[in-house]
């Protein structure tokens, strides 16, 4: 096992109701003005707005509110969030929603502290030394938003889906609560299961060195989103089975499954931000269809990690077996496994690929990645 860093300053309060009194969690810390982030409506719907604003006001705390964040978010409102922000001199930054959400927050708590443009942050142009604090009440679980310093934003200008990652970017609490999840639809609870599969997946292939102890937690966050995917597919309010879904989703991507690992890096999450950058899906339905082409493309790289997870997660034996076991059940769940699933054209594949390797390079992967090598991947989906 490598030597290694673990540190994750996130509070989680999970449970049933705990939304309720996140007004007084972030008044304890001494934020009395903040901007609240959401969507497009879906918490207003549920009542959870509502409950939110109540908690806020009966803390004391005064609020801006920053609507209309979208799947694949635009660095436009982002930017329409930090303007606000500082006009009004706030504080703090509350998302309320899915990843797509706080990964607005994220984004724009660390724009609200800097003078530049904050694109300058995704393209390694500045790093971040600073950030609002942010705060995050999830209605989704997938993306491990509520417990990493992860932040992904789409440039609608330029159609690259960029990321940045910062410590300071924790958010200080997150709520969890499983029970706000249960009016995800089937094909998100899907797109859902293939992205947190996705998190803890990437490194286990591509790390030169990744220790047991690693793999297992790997291979049970794996079984269990399985398990809980199925059975919430069909039961949509089992509680326990939700819980465990998004208590998996957390642990796939807040460090806990890469610690002691060597020389991993995310070359499906880098692929697929091209698809969704272009074609506007759903990260995870292009996760699904990057994924089973890409492993086909690089098991001779690392072949015993390959057969263990055949063994371990299907009780099969090959490379292949497993493979072809894992798209399976892609497909079982609804999630796109081709191109043509999504409605992109063959005739794409060329562009999609120059849009990756332009991420490829940012990453330090571009030598490995050519555009070359990402149309060979892509052609296999």
Not at 65 to 82: A, F, H, M, Q, T
Not at 327 to 340: D, K
Request: glycine fraction near 8%; charged fraction near 15%.
């Amino acid at each position: 096992m490598n030597a290694f860093t673990y540190y994750n300053p996130t509070r989680i309060e999970f449970g049933q109701g705990k939304e309720n009194t996140i007004g007084s969690m972030i008044a304890e810390q001494g934020i009395k003005r903040l901007l609240l982030v959401y969507g497009t409506g879906s918490i207003k719907k549920q009542g959870l707005y509502d409950r939110i604003i109540a908690s806020l006001i009966s803390a004391g705390i005064e609020y801006e509110e920053l609507d209309g964040i979208v799947s694949n978010p635009l660095l436009s409102r982002v930017e329409d969030g930090i303007a606000l922000i500082k006009s009004k001199n706030l504080q703090a930054v509350l998302g309320v929603g899915g990843g797509s959400v706080i990964d607005s927050a994220k984004a724009i708590a660390a724009g609200a502290l800097y003078e530049g443009d904050v694109w300058d942050f995704f393209v390694q142009k500045a790093a971040i030394s600073q950030a609002l604090p942010v705060y995050a009440v999830m209605t989704l679980a997938a993306t491990a938003s509520e417990m990493n310093g992860n932040s992904v934003v789409m440039n609608e200008t330029t159609k690259q889906k960029y990321s940045i990652a910062s410590v300071l970017l924790n958010p200080k609490i997150s709520v969890i609560n499983p029970a706000l999840m249960e009016t995800v639809t089937n094909d998100y609870l899907a797109y859902s299961a293939v992205d947190i599969i996705a998190h803890t997946i990437e490194v286990y292939f591509t790390a030169t060195d990744h220790p047991h102890l690693q793999s297992r937690f790997v291979e049970s966050i794996i079984k269990t989103v399985i398990e809980t995917t199925e059975i919430l597919l069909h039961d949509p309010e089992n509680y326990n089975a939700r819980a465990e879904f998004a208590w998996a989703s957390t642990q796939a991507l807040n460090g806990l499954t890469s610690s002691g690992t060597a020389g991993g890096n995310f070359p499906n999450h880098m692929i697929e931000h091209a698809l969704s950058a272009l074609y506007n899906i759903a990260h995870g339905a292009g996760l699904s269809i990057v994924i089973p082409a890409w492993m086909k493309w690089y098991k001779g790289n690392n072949l015993p990690q390959f057969e263990r997870l055949a063994k371990e997660v299907f009780g099969l034996q090959t490379a292949d077996q497993g493979i072809a076991a894992l798209e399976r059940w892609f497909h079982s769940i609804g999630a796109p496994i081709r191109l043509a699933d999504a409605n992109i054209p063959r005739q794409s594949i060329d562009e999609l690929a120059q849009n990756a390797h332009g991420l490829a390079v940012l990453w330090g992967m571009g030598e490995i990645y050519s555009t070359e090598t990402i149309i060979d991947i892509l052609k296999k989906a």
